[in-house]
């Protein structure tokens, strides 16, 4: 995959957002109030807000480069309008519903920059009442579902093994390496997209992270979570609008992310039962949801 060559921003910031204006609006101002040392821009992208969101970034931040889509595109086609039109050196993904803090963008170049064979970081969120945000999970792999579909996990919360899906084990206090930070920041080198390509657009609203996380593992790179990149998450600002939508559209992601990377790879009965398990699990979720 090829991008623009001219960098004239060291740092690009690519925010995709959906009804989310005030949100939105607090993103902005706090990012051009703690802003990195060195040269950056800032994409949005709308995915067709009826809350006036476009308009707002169009007259309030007329420095940021605005992407107003006709139509709602997805989160993960979203991010690929912006990435395309990226210039910066390293490429942060950012949820609207978050704010910057003192020296945040500051750290996370600078942890990349002393750590040329880290691919991708996270950051460390706090909640707007100071609580620490789990925003670390392992990879979703056979044995792990299998774990929290036993009840295992929940048996044994602190157990490396059979809690290494949601890692409810993790210390927040401290850098170390991790499968897949929350999507709400993420920051990658533009060489590491280069060589593991875009998001994967079947993925338009979960798991796209997930996978982009996954190939990026694969590629040989490492990502870290990072606790001195901090930032404020109010937390599933959009996803919250369509909740019921969004439970079935994250375990369709994950169903896919199966098929992807291990209907070849598993045995067939194995494949059969966690897509099972998969399918149980959204109905169950579903049925508690309604009541």
């Known amino acids: 995959m090829q991008m623009q060559c001219e960098q004239r921003h060291v ?42 969101s476009a308009e707002m970034v169009r007259t309030e931040f007329p420095q940021v480069l605005l992407i107003a889509n006709s139509e709602n595109r997805g989160y993960a086609r979203g991010n690929n309008q912006a990435i395309e039109r990226a210039q910066g050196e390293f490429i942060l993904l950012l949820n609207p519903d978050t704010e910057m803090r003192p020296g945040t963008l500051r750290n996370a170049i600078c942890f990349l920059r002393e750590h040329p ?62 499968d897949q930070p929350m999507g709400t920041f993420l920051l990658v080198r533009r060489a590491v997209i280069e060589q593991v390509g875009l998001m994967d657009e079947a993925f338009p609203l979960f798991f796209n992270d997930v996978d982009w ?20 998450h109010h937390g599933g600002a959009s996803t919250k609008q369509v909740r019921r939508g969004a439970i079935c559209e994250s375990h369709r992601a994950l169903e896919q992310f199966y098929r992807k990377h291990y209907r070849s790879r598993l045995p067939l009965l194995l494949y059969a039962l966690i897509v099972g398990l998969i399918r149980f699990s959204k109905w169950v979720r579903l049925v508690w949801h309604s009541r």
Do not use: H
């Open 117 to 178: 064979e880290v691919g991708a970081i996270g950051a460390k969120q706090v909640f707007p009442d100071g609580r620490v945000q789990p925003s670390v999970r392992g990879f979703p792999t056979p044995r792990n579902l299998l774990f929290e579909v036993l009840g295992l996990a929940r048996l044994f919360p602190r157990s490396r093994l059979f809690g290494a899906y949601r890692m409810r084990w993790f210390r927040y206090d401290r850098p170390m390496p991790v």
């Open 213 to 232: 996380c996954y190939r990026i593992w694969q590629a040989g790179w490492s990502i870290w979570f990072v606790p001195q990149v901090e930032i404020l």
């Open 11 to 52: 740092l690009s910031i690519c925010i995709v957002s959906w009804n989310t204006s005030e949100l939105l609006r607090a993103c902005l101002r706090s990012i051009f109030e703690y802003p990195p040392d060195e040269p950056f821009e800032v994409i949005v992208v709308d995915n067709a807000s009826r809350d006036g």
